[in-house]
């Protein structure tokens, strides 16, 4: 029974599109994440919610736009998409604000912007 | 602002060798520490942790000890294996409510036969 699922897992597509990723997670947890994997494997915070409200938006472009319908989903969706956009992303969620407690990472969608 | 530095990579071992991959801190707080486990084509998945100053975090053979003195997080293993062979992630969130995991740049290890 996965945690913390993310769909599709693979996503290749043009330059200028729109595109969207989804992810649930099934522990009960009130914080959920986005994060940015580069080819180098840097990992970046993107956004963090909290009960479905925003927390943290590190200085992503507005084109990227989270939406969390219920504490136990947080969905991203990208318009307009870019080259420099193709990278890993991984959802993750933990109990509340993180601190001593551990996250929980998602498989990872890779997206391939051609 | 909060950070975490790791040793370059990629290390490269043989079967049965000692491991330590170093890993530093820079935090205003307490934070808490983590190593995070990344195998080929797969998401991240906690190694084991540290939440306060001495605390020895271990799982599956791998030990790290919250040095708060030196502000470091080493990872160790006495005897790799092949299966060890993934990127390792050491990681930090400081106190409840901050909403944010910061991770080093990651360690690829590589276990030769």
């Known amino acids: 029974d996965t945690a913390v699922s993310q769909t599709p897992k693979y996503l290749v597509t043009q330059m200028g599109n729109d595109k969207s990723i989804k992810c649930e997670q099934n522990l009960g947890h009130d914080t959920m994440y986005w994060y940015k994997q580069d080819s180098k494997k840097f990992l970046k915070i993107m956004f963090s919610y909290n009960n479905k409200e925003l927390i943290i938006n590190e200085t992503v472009p507005n084109r990227f736009s989270p939406k969390s319908p219920d504490k136990a989903h947080l969905n991203l969706h990208i318009n307009s998409l870019e080259l420099g956009d193709s990278a890993v992303y991984f959802c993750a969620s933990s109990p509340t604000g993180g601190g001593t407690r551990t996250a929980f990472f998602g498989q990872g969608t890779r997206l391939t912007v051609v | 602002g909060d950070s975490v530095t790791q040793m370059e990579g990629p290390v490269t071992l043989s079967e049965e060798a000692f491991l330590t991959i170093n890993c530093t801190y820079t935090?205003?707080?307490?934070?808490?520490l983590f190593w995070y486990v990344q195998y080929p084509g797969e998401g991240l998945q906690l190694l084991l942790k540290?939440?306060?100053?001495?605390d020895k975090g271990s799982n599956k053979g791998f030990e790290a000890t919250y040095r708060k003195e030196t502000t470091s997080f080493h990872l160790e293993k006495g005897s790799v294996q092949v299966s060890d062979s993934a990127v390792y992630f050491c990681a930090l969130s400081e106190g409840s409510g901050t909403y944010k995991y910061i991770f080093g740049t990651g360690t690829r290890l590589k276990v030769l036969a």
């Open positions: 935090a205003t707080g307490y934070p808490s």
């Open positions: 540290a939440t306060k100053a001495d």
